[in-house]
């Protein structure tokens, strides 16, 4: 069986708008003559004659007329499909967004990015679940939006990425710790107590490295699984945490930060999504308000780079 020529729709559909095979013609800049072929077709492919004279003029069928408001209401959903995506409003907007990050993203920005949604996009709800690896299947399989990470060599090369913020290690103690009263030093640093946070090996990672050169070493008292919890130990102790700056700053209220006196490399905290969302207006928008609320997060912890 053969395959119907869609394009008779759109024919069909100025033919019973006009009533006419000049006027049809007219308004598809068409000849008289290919606009009579055009209705032949139809005829024959609707088994109707659709428009048949009656005195001077064309009458639609009782077919036509059963037909009339189902294919103009085809031809304006299929015009609107081959439209560009148009930009959604924003005010009427319902749908909730999934994001995927390390702990600590959510205390120190999804305030911040909730209240910039709510502002644009009442209808529009946050879902936030925890990043325990990188594996971003998920992201693939469409029951995630966004992901934050940093980017690296394991990053799924067919992902789009975009630069949200740099970010640097800082240490933290308790107000009060010895290292908060006054210069702290490399040695210093490293005789103290430590906590591990067992993200991507930060237990034994970019400070590791960075003290070896300096015959240095820290001792990890306990390791953790995350940065709040590495915070929290460390406000009732002595213990040390590592953190990143940014990633953490509200999560340091009523503690102690200093830059650490040694270079540590900095890195870079991104924003990833799966292309087939690239084009996606709402998705679009999404990315836009997370991209300006991580732009606009001003540091308040008052430390003196050393570099």
């Given at each position: ?11 069909l ?5 006009e ?8 308004r598809?800049?068409?000849s ?9 077709r ?29 294919v103009?209401?085809?031809v ?65 399989e ?13 990053t ?22 010895p ?21 991507r ?13 300096l ?6 008292a306990?390791?953790v ?8 130990l ?6 040390i945490?590592?953190v ?7 999560l ?6 200093f ?15 799966h ?21 606009a ?11």
């Open positions: 069986m053969s395959q119907p020529d869609l394009n008779l729709l759109i024919t559909d100025v033919l019973l708008s009533g006419s095979v000049a006027r049809a013609a007219q598809l800049r068409l008289p003559s290919a606009m009579s072929r055009a209705l032949a139809l005829r024959d492919t609707l088994g109707d004659p659709l428009l048949v004279r009656a005195g001077r003029g064309l009458v639609p069928t009782p077919r036509a007329l059963q037909l009339r408001e189902q103009g209401q085809l304006q959903e299929a015009q609107a499909v081959l439209r560009p995506v148009q930009v959604p409003d924003l005010r009427r907007l319902s749908r909730v967004f999934t994001l995927r990050t390390r702990e600590g993203f959510v205390e120190n920005f999804a305030i911040d990015l909730m209240a910039r949604i709510a502002e644009q996009a009442p209808g529009v709800r946050l879902r936030f679940v925890d990043k325990a690896n990188k594996d971003s299947t998920a992201l693939r469409g029951s995630v939006d966004l992901e934050t990470a940093v980017v690296d060599q394991d799924g090369p067919e992902l789009r990425t975009q630069a949200l913020f740099t970010d640097r290690f800082v240490g933290v103690v308790r107000l009060g710790h290292l908060s009263q006054g210069e702290v030093t490399a040695a210093g640093y490293a005789a103290g107590s430590h906590l591990g946070v067992s993200l090996d930060l237990d034994h990672g970019p400070i590791d490295r960075a003290l070896a050169p015959n240095l070493s820290r001792s990890i306990i390791t699984p995350g940065f709040s919890t590495a915070l929290g460390a406000r009732a102790s002595d213990l945490a590592t990143p700056e940014r990633y953490t700053e509200r340091r209220a009523d503690l102690h930060s830059v650490l006196p040694f270079a540590v490399p900095s890195f870079t905290i991104a924003m990833l999504w292309p087939r969302m690239d084009a996606d207006p709402a998705h679009r928008w999404l990315r836009g308000c997370l991209r300006e609320v991580c732009a997060s001003v540091l308040h912890s008052g430390l003196v780079d050393i570099n």
